[in-house]
């Protein structure tokens, strides 16, 4: 598709150009809202406008209407890694036909049940396969690869920490 | 819902007396596949069956036809908070009507870009903004977010380093 990788890179050129002239474009602000709906399920809105739900499985108390936060974490995690193909494919100049990317995650609910707590309530241990198709050399893929690992966004939440600084407010209710 | 809350205590209960009488129980995999459909459209298939997709904005060369990862990631965030303040109330005894959680994330875009090898492809900042509704004195809700804080799974992915494995197959195409 060279068309599209063309289209791509013209998006990181004046992207580029835009901040140059101005900085503060760089800042992106990224947002969700969530309401606990039901016993375990969520209802989500993101700032792009979207909705959509998140639940429980069945076998820990939830209704299974949706997919459950561990699975929302790998999915960003994957489709991540699969957009940062496409965009970094444009910015090198590889031809990419098909990214197919699996994810794999370990949990101990231990921690999250609070059973030991020298358990971490996350995944101890995450994997991501990914499957590439194209007609380059397979040196320009692990090249390709590369640079995604080093510039994938949610790859950098999961693998370095992230300050997160969490605020309360308790509503009495009769 | 002291009906509700009693049957989380329950699941706990029967989570734990399952653990102790075999300890590999304690061990949940979560998987999610992904599929670049369109010029950033991934398609994904988590583990429970669940289906959806992702996109990216228009303004950066995407479709906009769902969220996009960084929205999936504060949202696993967010949706993990709600569903942890519901787990933990029924563990402590904490009566709870209401969670609402909004998550804010601060992103620069030169790190997804590369124009700056020093800037982050992640969050550089997160907000958890939560309000609790519900009967007890607001101390108690207190010791309930600082219960959820140190047990939320996708908080600590945030938080903490999460090992991630990566692994690369270049298929060759026509």
Redesign the interface.
Known sequence: MPS?QT??AA??TA??VA?TADPKV???????????VG??E?A?R???G?A?A?D??KG??GG?V???????????????????????AA?LGIAL???????????????????D?GV????????????????EP?ER??EL?R?V??????????????????????????
């Open positions: 599209l289209d791509l998006v990181v992207t580029r901040i760089s800042h992106a602000g990224f947002r969700a809202e969530h309401s606990l016993p375990t969520v989500v993101v700032g792009s979207h959509f998140v429980q499985p820990i108390g299974d949706a997919a459950c936060p561990a699975e929302y974490a790998l999915a960003a995690l994957g489709s991540c890694q699969a957009i940062t193909y496409r965009f970094w910015q036909d098909t990214v197919e990317v699996t994810v794999e995650g370990d949990l101990d609910v231990r921690g999250f049940f609070g059973f707590e971490r309530p996350g995944f101890g241990a995450v994997r991501v396969a990914v499957e590439v198709g194209g007609p397979a893929y692990e690869a640079a690992d080093a510039h994938c966004p949610v790859l950098d939440i999961f693998r370095n920490k992230v300050p997160v600084h969490r605020s309360l407010k308790a509503v009495e209710t009769a």
